[in-house]
């Protein structure tokens, strides 16, 4: 018989997280271990992504954890219990917005939808 493989899929025990996060809320301040938690997810899930320079990556992962650290009250046990999905949606989108923010779309590549630039052929 082989060795017996390791069924630990996250870098995070969903449980654990959940947990942590319940006691900060009941605290109401982030506990050492979920804020390191959170901090260790805002790293890892940044590796998903490619940045062609790493002072970029930096950002985007601050950017995360501004948010996190911001908007960490607003997840609801009793609305769900996985907490480990709703705080990995929420890092993904600090990602996306410190990325739109260092790299803001050029005006040229825009569409007006308005009226006043329609003009008759």
């Not at 654990?16 to 809320?25: G, L, Q, T, V």
């Not at 009250?73 to 907490?83: L, T, V």
């Amino acid at each position: 018989m082989g060795r017996k493989k390791s069924n630990k899929k996250y870098y995070v025990d969903p449980e654990e997280f959940r947990n942590a996060i319940i006691e900060s809320k009941s605290k109401g301040e982030l506990t050492r271990d979920a804020t390191d938690m959170l901090v260790l997810m805002c790293n890892e899930i940044s590796r998903t992504n490619s940045y062609k320079y790493p002072m970029d990556k930096e950002d985007c992962v601050a950017f995360a954890i501004e948010d996190v650290l911001r908007y960490w009250k607003g997840y609801d046990p009793e609305r769900s219990e996985y907490a480990f999905a709703y705080f990995t949606r929420m890092i993904l989108n600090g990602l996306k917005k410190g990325w739109k923010k260092l790299h803001p779309i050029k005006t040229i590549n825009k569409v007006s939808l308005s009226h006043e630039n329609i003009h008759n052929m």
